[in-house]
């Protein structure tokens, strides 16, 4: 989710990571059009989003955020 390497630490924090498949995160960095879309389900974000960015999780049909303790709670209706 705009994670930035080593040089920033805060952008790699567990609230602003994401687990997704290697096929998935493979298609969305190389392809601009599959990254357009994944910005809006929240799944990849610019380096200058904020990490509460809501996440769209497509199995459960719902929107959360994720906090500092690597676990999704609820949004209000997105």
């Known amino acids: 989710m705009g994670g ?4 920033n630490t805060e952008a ?3 609230q602003n990571l994401m687990m997704v498949c290697a ?3 493979g ?3 190389s392809n601009a059009s599959f990254a357009a879309s994944a910005r809006q389900w929240g799944h990849k ?3 200058y989003q904020d990490a509460n960015t809501p996440v769209f ?3 459960n ?3 959360y955020v994720l906090d500092g303790e690597g676990t999704k709670g ?3 209706e997105h």
Not at 4 to 7: D, T, V, W
């Open 12 to 14: 790699n924090s567990v």
């Open 74 to 76: 609820a949004t209000p």
């Open 61 to 63: 049909n719902t929107w």
């Open 57 to 59: 999780d497509c199995t």
């Open 27 to 29: 298609v969305i960095e």
């Open 4 to 7: 930035a390497g080593r040089k």
């Open 45 to 47: 974000l610019s380096h």
């Open 23 to 25: 096929i998935w995160n």
